[in-house]
């Protein structure tokens, strides 16, 4: 079979790998490398809409798709107590992946750099020197493969995984009483029997909703749980009975505290399959984005793709662990957790601990409002893991 050469393969171009070659591109880092783009599917479907935070001193390379954005964000208790966050100088934004694609993909296609295969890709291997990409028909080799392919990992025994599920609809409805400004970052109001349950109430206009049912548990619900508990939403907590479903998605997000392998020699993981993914949250697109603008430094000063500092760090990554082992225990609810959080520290400080940029009063600050007696041992156990 033909070997074709290239100097950078993207293996997979979903979120991290679009975003990453869109910006070393548009960069101007890659001014004369070849670049394969390998992926199974043509990114041509709404298939995910991304929302995360970012500060007002920051700018999203991707803010001419910004879809929406709020400044005023609530969080609803399971007993129904509303708390206005104090979300500081942080918005909220949402992007839908069709945008996204399109913005991206008709950027790449001009340039002649790089070129696009549409086919599975059956392994990817690693020589010392280079990386190659097995499709059906041809193997493609290159200095640097980027690979965002991922596949559940081999766990250990003490690794916890859970499973971020979720769906999501977007509604066209007269019936919808709040304000387009304000959106729901949790609603907890909703029964707890499946796992830690909220919903996002996300309004993009007076008569547009997107709601999205989400479930931390280590299994997922049968089909129709999902559509019933939004519609039992709708109807007794947001009072909406008439509505039209324009658009749905459904997701699943690892939520994990297994130690994905950045690097790999030529291999570099990125996205979910390098450990974007926060383990707490399964936030994924900033500290992909902030993984992106490491990898394009790096390439930048010492013309290779390495770089030493995670974004989400060890100390983090200690307390995702030892959030994921007190949700195992089932002892202190999830909801509660959230609820004890949301209610002592302000979503600021929230947010930048999420983005793993918080300081250590930040810190200080989160565990002081959670029932310490129930992370005594998780903690301790966890801080075996890693040291490990
Ligand atoms: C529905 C949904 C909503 C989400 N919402 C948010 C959110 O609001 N905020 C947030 O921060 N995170 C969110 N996430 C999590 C995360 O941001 C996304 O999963 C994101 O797309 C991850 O980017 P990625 O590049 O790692 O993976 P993907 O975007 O999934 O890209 C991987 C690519 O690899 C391709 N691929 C996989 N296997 C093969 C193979 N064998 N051969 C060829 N191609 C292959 C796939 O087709 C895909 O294009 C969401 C996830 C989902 C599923």
Not at 155 to 178: A, R
Not at 194 to 204: D, H, K, R, S
Not at 361 to 378: G, Q, T, V
């Amino acid at each position: 079979m033909q070997t074709k050469d290239f100097d950078i393969i993207f293996a997979g171009s979903g979120m991290a790998g679009l975003s990453l070659a869109y910006r070393g591109l548009r960069e101007g880092i890659w001014q004369n490398e070849s670049i394969l783009i390998v992926d199974k599917d043509i990114k041509n479907k709404n298939d995910r809409t991304w929302c995360f935070w970012q500060h007002a001193n920051e700018k999203s390379p991707f803010q001419e798709v910004f879809y929406h954005s709020w400044k005023n964000l609530f969080f609803f208790t399971n007993e129904g107590r509303q708390i206005p966050l104090n979300n500081g100088n942080y918005a909220y934004h949402m992007i839908r992946s069709i945008d996204f694609y399109q913005f991206v993909l008709s950027f790449l296609r001009q340039s002649p750099q790089v070129t696009f295969v549409q086919a599975e890709i059956l392994s990817i291997e690693n020589a010392p020197h280079a990386g190659t990409v097995q499709t059906r028909d041809a193997a493609y080799k290159a200095k640097y493969v980027f690979n965002s392919t991922f596949s559940k990992p081999q766990l250990k025994p003490w690794d916890q995984y859970f499973l971020q599920h979720f769906k999501g609809i977007m509604i066209q409805t007269k019936q919808f009483s709040g304000n387009p400004s304000e959106m729901h970052l949790m609603d907890f109001r909703t029964t707890q029997e499946n796992g830690t349950t909220f919903f996002y109430v996300l309004p993009v206009a007076q008569d547009q909703l997107f709601i999205e049912y989400t479930v931390f548990s280590k299994k997922l619900l049968e089909d129709g749980t999902y559509d019933l508990k939004i519609k039992q939403y709708l109807n007794e907590v947001l009072e909406i009975t008439e509505y039209e479903i324009l658009e749905h998605e459904f997701g699943i997000i690892p939520m994990t505290d297994f130690r994905f392998s950045r690097k790999n020699g030529p291999v570099m993981n990125i996205g979910t399959a390098g450990g974007d993914t926060r383990g707490s949250s399964g936030y994924t697109f900033t500290n992909t984005q902030k993984t992106v603008s490491k990898i394009l430094a790096s390439f930048r000063e010492k013309g290779h793709p390495f770089f030493k500092k995670e974004n989400i760090s060890e100390k983090h990554q200690l307390l995702d662990s030892t959030i994921l082992k007190v949700l195992d225990q089932h002892v202190y609810p999830g909801h509660q957790i959230f609820s004890d959080l949301f209610t002592h520290v302000d979503a600021n400080s929230i947010f930048a601990f999420l983005d793993s940029e918080s300081t250590a009063r930040d810190d200080l600050k989160i565990m002081l409002s959670l029932k310490a007696k129930h992370f005594i041992a998780p903690f301790v156990k966890s801080l075996f893991k890693i040291s490990s």
